[in-house]
T-cell receptor, first 113, second 111 residues
């Protein structure tokens, strides 16, 4: 089944404890992206990647890191999580950059205390 | 800076009505525009992608139009059903392949 998977689905952590949210797709997609969704602010793009080793900043990249070492994986790294990063995070992928349907993962609900 | 607005923020209609959801954007230099649906507690599902050279796209009871010069897109839903209840989001795709989303329209279709 074609899908985007994220792990973990739920995470509660404390300020300053490094964490990684994994994202994997099995569709051989070139484009992958991370978003956060907050009430009243909608969905905002954090980082995106047009292919292996090619990443670029979205609208809210501060406090996040990404890497794209292989086509199928696009982990999101929070090296020093803070309470303002408490949010619902989505990973997504599409066959090409902006020209095809984007498939979304189920989301990761992160709480930083 | 590109901004995307969706009006209304919420909409409640009786079953069977035809309805229009609006999306406006401030910079007409877009690459594409995409409409999504989000059910509560779930991820987004793509509905329609309109390329910047196109005027509209149709899928079943859904029709999306794009007018780049006026910075507007509309999503038309024909003969609405309770199963259409969800939040509808539009996203502008820029020339550098960024996605900029509106805050969505929360639709409720009453049986």
């Amino acid at each position: 089944e074609a899908q985007v998977t994220q792990n973990p689905r739920y995470l509660i952590t404390v300020t300053g404890k490094k964490l990684t949210v994994t994202c994997s797709q099995n569709m051989n997609h070139e484009y992958m992206s991370w978003y956060r969704q907050d009430p009243g602010l909608g969905l905002r793009q954090i980082y995106y990647s047009m292919n292996v080793e090619v990443t670029d900043k979205g609208d809210v990249p501060e406090g996040y890191k990404v890497s794209r070492k292989e086509k199928r994986n696009f982990p999101l790294i929070l090296e020093l999580p803070s309470p303002n990063q408490t949010s619902l995070y989505f990973c997504a992928s599409s066959s090409t950059s902006g020209g095809d349907t984007q498939y979304f993962g189920p989301g990761t609900r992160l709480t930083v205390l | 800076k590109q901004e995307v607005t969706q009006i209304p923020a919420a909409l409640s209609v009786p079953e069977g009505e035809n309805l229009v959801l609006n999306c406006s954007f401030t910079d007409s230099a877009i690459y594409n525009l995409q409409w999504f649906r989000q059910d509560p507690g779930k991820g987004l599902t793509s509905l329609l992608l309109i390329q910047s050279s196109q005027r509209e796209q149709t899928s079943g009871r859904l029709n999306a139009s794009l007018d780049k010069s006026s910075g507007r897109s509309t999503l038309y839903i024909a003969a609405s059903q309770p199963g259409d209840s969800a939040t509808y989001l539009c996203a502008v795709i820029t020339g550098t392949y960024k996605y900029i989303f509106g805050t969505g329209t929360r639709l409720k279709v009453l049986a």
